[in-house]
Each structure stands twice: as structure tokens, then as C-alpha cells.
């Protein structure tokens, strides 16, 4: 069996920076343990998969350890590929997902993912975490990840969590989001994912289902501009829409191979 992918930087318009993604189409799902197999062989934090379902597509994300309910960048880098690759013609893409409908359009030369909005809620740090960090934050928020508000820009790029403290807590989906108010942007951030293979993700899209509604309260502002000062760096315009948020990022294509699987 030979199947196509995808390799995508996403989040960016510059090769080697944003959130690299391999994207995988299918005609028919394979077992989970052949696409865990997959994304491992890959070596990546994400790893989309998407078969065409209903009128659109059905798209699955894995991580070398978990099968995630949302990815951003993955899902970004998927609509690059059914658009740039497979020569698709309509004006908005629409994914079903395990995080329900999830929207993309296009928008000049960006593209526009609609998501779920987690606003997150006041919450208490716990100790191992606390231990694991650097610096301590001035206040903590929990939605699917804990949010820990910094008192500058530079405080999150000073940070220099110690992983191995960190991978005394489980977290399941969820990651630890570090941000404060930009400099040049409206906010900055940074996301740690204890017990993953890639501890700092680069550009975290779902992570943002969180901070735009946080920052968008916070600041009194609908639209946001969001720079995620990981290595690589990401930029994310993004809109605050009650139950809704929208992320405009770029795309770029590292490159497109093949994999062949044994029947």
C-alpha cells in the first residue's frame, strides 16, 4: 500500500519556522495502530490524518503517544494540502473532528481556521508544576491547558522549565500555556507538553482557543495579533467571537513523499 504525504510548516510563510505537520490523506481509516506507527516513523508533534466524509472531510490527529481532540497547526497544514495539492475548488473547507465541526476559509493569502473557544478559569498551580518552572507566574488559569499570565514578554522567553520535574504530572490533552502581554503584539506565549516527545511545541493553534478569549477580555479588543516566541516562531491573527475564535496563519510545503506500507 502506497500513500502520499505531506510535510508543511505552518503558521508561517518561511521554511523552517512555525509548527512543521505531516499530513496524510486516506480513502478508507487505517487501524490506530498503523498511524501511531505512522507518526512516530515521522517524528513530529502532530501527524493529521483525513478521509473525505459527508460533503468535507473527516480529520484525525495523532501524536507519537496520543490520539489529541484538537490540533491547530495539523488541521492548518491539512487544509494547505487539500487546497495547494489535491486541487480543491470550494471556498471553505469543513472538517468533522472530535472537537465537532471545525471551519477553514481563505482569506487573501492566509488562511482562516474557525475553532472552539475555552475561555479559562481562575484556578490553583499545582505544586509539581510550581517546582518545574523557572520563574512563577502572577496568576494561573485552567481550560483544557493551564494558563500562567507573566509580567512581561520577557519573562516568557527567559523561562526554562525543568522537563523532568514536568513529567511527574499527567496532563492528557493538555499543556502548560505561558504568556503575557507583547511588546510588538497584543500577547506572546509559549506551550510545554510534559510526557511528549517534543516538550516545547512551536506554534500551538488550539492552545489559542484559550488566549484569544482571555486577551480579548483582558485588553477590551475583538481581533488580536499573537506571536508565540518559541525557536522557530509563530504569528497568528486572530478575532474573538463569543463561542468562536478565528486564527488566520500561513502555510508553507517542506516537502511531499510517499510511504509504503506492507499489505
Known sequence: MKLQKYHVDAFTNKLFGGNPACVIPLKDWLPDEIMFSITKENNLAETAFFIEAQGGFHIRWFTPEVEMDLCGHATLATAHVIKNHLDYKGDVIRFQSASGELQVSFEADKYVLDFPSRMPKIAELPEIISAGLTIQPKEVYLARDYVLVYESEEQVKALNPDKNKLEQIDLGHGGIICTAIGNEADFVSRFFTPGASIFEDPVTGSAHCS?????????????????????????????????RVLLRGNAITYSIGEIYLER
Open 211 to 243: 488566549l484569544v478569549p482571555f486577551w480579548s477580555d483582558r485588553l477590551n479588543k475583538i481581533d488580536l495579533l499573537a506571536y508565540q516566541v518559541s525557536g522557530r516562531h509563530g504569528v497568528l491573527y486572530c478575532t474573538n467571537k463569543t463561542d
